[in-house]
């Protein structure tokens, strides 16, 4: 009996010690898959974390190279620059002795009418300032043609022979028929004596070989909104005026006063592109935004 007990109370040991061993082998096993799982879940999540970054930043590169590109402020200060000195370009001076873009007046044709004349300062219907060159006349409204004749240099010649070279600056209405032209009192007395009052002339259209550079003006109350623009001291009739709009060139109406208006401001202050009667062009660019001031370029049309 006291052997039985013994071998009983080993064998219930050995079952015991059996017991522990297998749960603590269990528990190594139930630990190793929760460590396992944990990461298995990270790596998941690292691809979106490790890409969003880099991703972030492929996305910044290039939304900051475009806005180096354009470089507004640098633009801006080169205007600014050079609107304190207005420069110009002769980008074409393709040009036909017709004169394709000529109105009434054109080159090698003569005019016959008659001459008369008032007290001329220089100014008048042209909007031109009044000045200490007396050579001037007034067109008859005819060949005034809504200010194309203001500018315009013609040869005027008497029967007798004399002759004199003057600038349109007015026009005169009215009494004054086609193929008049109304002289300052200076320029009929360089062809008659101012008691004939009235004597026959012919007249044609002149270019001539002494001339200032052309002179732009924006009129009194011009704006980024609404603007006129005058060219002054043109050697040749100006056919057209356009403003850069964009990517191309707009063409202005002219006003009978001979200012060309923009009047919604469009290309008011940028590039100005002015066309003579022989089609040749000047391109300005740097002419200020400033109203009634005469700004002079360094450019003039060719002499014809």
């Given at each position: ?45 690292v691809p979106p974390a ?57 080159p090698g044709a003569t ?156 290309g008011c202050g940028g ?34």
């Open positions: 009996m006291h052997r039985r007990w013994l071998f009983v109370a080993a064998a219930g040991a050995l079952i015991v010690v059996s017991l522990i061993v297998g749960l603590l082998v269990d528990h190594k096993a139930d630990t190793g898959d929760a460590e396992a799982k944990p990461a298995a879940g990270t790596q998941a999540d490790t890409v969003s970054p880099s991703a972030s930043a492929s996305a910044t590169e290039p939304s900051v190279k475009p806005s180096a590109k354009k470089t507004p402020r640098k633009e801006s200060a080169r205007a600014t620059a050079t609107s304190a000195k207005p420069s110009a370009a002769d980008t074409s001076r393709a040009g036909s002795a017709a004169a394709p873009l000529a109105g009434r007046i054109r005019y016959r009418g008659v001459a008369t004349f008032y007290d001329s300062d220089g100014s008048g219907a042209c909007m031109y300032d009044a000045s200490g060159d007396v050579m001037t006349g007034a067109m008859n409204s005819t060949d005034y043609e809504t200010a194309k004749a203001c500018g315009a240099y013609v040869l005027v010649r008497a029967a007798n022979g004399a002759s004199v070279t003057v600038r349109i600056t007015n026009e005169c209405p009215g009494d004054c028929a086609p193929g008049q032209v109304d002289l300052s009192a200076e320029a009929f007395a360089e062809l008659a004596q101012p008691s004939a009052g009235k004597i026959p002339i012919t007249w044609s259209l002149s270019s001539p070989g002494a001339a200032d550079t052309v002179s732009i003006r924006y009129k009194t109350g011009s704006s980024r909104y609404w603007c006129g623009l005058q060219v002054i001291g043109h050697r040749n009739p100006v056919a057209r005026l356009e403003v850069r709009a964009g990517s191309g060139w707009r063409q202005l109406s002219r006003t009978e006063y001979n200012y060309f208006i923009s009047d919604d401001g469009s590039a100005i592109r002015v066309t003579d009667i022989f089609g040749e062009q000047l391109t300005l660019n740097g002419v200020a935004l400033t109203a009634d001031a005469v700004q002079p370029t360094r450019v003039q049309f060719a002499k014809r």
